[in-house]
């Protein structure tokens, strides 16, 4: 089998389930779910072949695996393989505690490095954009972005005062504010979910036109 009857194969297969996919705009179907299903093992096959040849081999060929072997390097290189032992013991009643300990682990882990990401890759760079958007030709949209921002990051704000009746609510000037960032979450959703489906027209545009020009030669 040629590459070129691969990629024609490719394409077909890309198109149906593209199709597919779209069936749902007519409803809950068997169609849908079977394509679903579909990406969902694909996306499943395609995680754990990266993570075994991106993390799992590398890191062994870097301590257990390396060369002089040393204790040092075998312990580190087993602490990952014992925090997924650990979990695998949350599941029975009687060493629950040590499956408690390995998620905890994971989990401070994980939050330390999602923190840290965000810090210095989002937030960061985010509060250094908006400061450049005050340039003196470019007033207007940096006034904005920074409404914007500040409006976004109050409608999250869940402070507020107690009343006399026991009634928590927020004062008014943060619920203006806060219905204005809401306002903007909702325009920035609607336009994203718009590209997206402009970009699946797209696709599928692309590829039935493709289809018919083979057909057609």
Same mark, same amino acid.
């Given at each position: 089998?040629?590459?070129?009857?691969?990629?024609?194969?490719?394409?077909?297969?890309?198109?149906?389930?593209?199709?597919?996919?779209?069936?749902?705009?007519?409803?809950?179907?068997?169609?849908?779910?079977?394509?679903?299903?579909?990406?969902?093992?694909?996306?499943?096959?395609?995680?754990?072949?990266?993570?075994?040849?991106?993390?799992?081999?590398?890191?062994?060929?870097?301590?257990?695996?390396?060369?002089?072997?040393?204790?040092?390097?075998?312990?580190?290189?087993?602490?990952?393989?014992?925090?997924?032992?650990?979990?695998?013991?949350?599941?029975?009643?009687?060493? @629950?505690?040590?499956?408690?300990?390995?998620?905890?682990?994971?989990?401070?882990?994980?939050?330390?490095?999602?923190?840290?990401?965000?810090?210095?890759?989002?937030?960061?760079?985010?509060?250094?954009?908006?400061?450049?958007?005050?340039?003196?030709?470019?007033?207007?949209?940096?006034?904005? @972005?920074?409404?914007?921002?500040?409006?976004?990051?109050?409608?999250?704000?869940?402070?507020?005062?107690?009343?006399?009746?026991?009634?928590?609510?927020?004062?008014?000037?943060?619920?203006?504010?806060?219905?204005?960032?809401?306002?903007?979450?909702?325009?920035?959703?609607?336009?994203?979910?718009?590209?997206?489906?402009?970009?699946?027209?797209?696709?599928?545009?692309?590829?039935?036109?493709?289809?018919?020009?083979?057909?057609?030669?």
């Amino acid at each position: 089998m040629t590459p070129q009857t691969l990629e024609q194969i490719g394409a077909i297969v890309g198109a149906v389930l593209t199709l597919m996919v779209f069936s749902y705009l007519l409803g809950d179907n068997f169609l849908y779910r079977l394509a679903v299903h579909v990406f969902i093992g694909v996306a499943a096959a395609f995680v754990l072949i990266v993570a075994l040849e991106s993390v799992v081999l590398p890191w062994l060929n870097q301590t257990v695996l390396a060369q002089p072997l040393t204790p040092a390097n075998t312990a580190i290189g087993l602490i990952p393989f014992l925090l997924a032992l650990m979990l695998v013991f949350k599941g029975s009643p009687r060493f @629950v505690g040590l499956g408690n300990l390995g998620l905890t682990v994971v989990i401070g882990v994980g939050v330390a490095l999602a923190l840290s990401g965000a810090v210095s890759g989002t937030l960061v760079p985010f509060v250094a954009a908006t400061v450049r958007g005050f340039r003196p030709d470019n007033v207007l949209n940096g006034f904005i @972005v920074l409404v914007g921002t500040i409006s976004v990051l109050v409608y999250f704000t869940y402070s507020g005062v107690r009343r006399p009746s026991g009634e928590v609510t927020q004062l008014l000037p943060v619920r203006f504010v806060g219905l204005l960032g809401q306002g903007i979450i909702a325009v920035t959703l609607g336009a994203t979910y718009a590209l997206l489906i402009l970009s699946a027209l797209s696709v599928l545009t692309s590829v039935v036109v493709d289809r018919l020009l083979s057909f057609v030669r």
